[in-house]
Nanobody, 124 residues
């Protein structure tokens, strides 16, 4: 089992920045690819970003490319999502997730463990 806990969400204005954190415990998450997803009210959960085991390979949804940066610190068992130039359409609950493989994934069904989510609200 991998336990994941997100933090860092909040209410910000358009153009502001936030950094989300995802603390992992239990089974060594450092062995697995991880990712961020988000879900807005009335919408399906969508992929945001993914990162491989050593952080050397990342992948982003087109909607956040150039604004968001995913990273991880395996010594701290923590993954991050730096979000810059936030837009109202970024408003959602953000979830971190872990796979059971080192291979990157972009589909929610590819992830085995999930955090409880943290709310990000961007006002215009």
């Amino acid at each position: 089992q991998v336990q994941l806990v997100e933090s860092g969400g909040g209410l910000v204005q358009a153009g502001d920045s936030l950094r989300l954190s995802c603390a992992a415990s239990g089974r060594p998450a450092s062995r697995y690819a991880m990712g961020w997803f988000r879900q807005a009210p009335g919408k399906e959960r969508e992929f945001v970003a993914a990162i491989n085991v050593n952080g050397g390979t990342t992948y982003y949804a087109d909607s956040v490319k150039g604004r968001f940066t995913i990273s991880r610190d395996n010594a701290k068992n923590t993954m991050y999502l730096q979000m810059n130039s936030l837009k109202p359409e970024d408003t959602a609950v953000y979830y971190c997730a872990s796979r059971l493989t080192y291979v990157l994934g972009i589909g929610p069904n590819e992830y085995a463990y999930w955090g409880q989510g943290t709310q990000v609200t961007v006002s215009s």
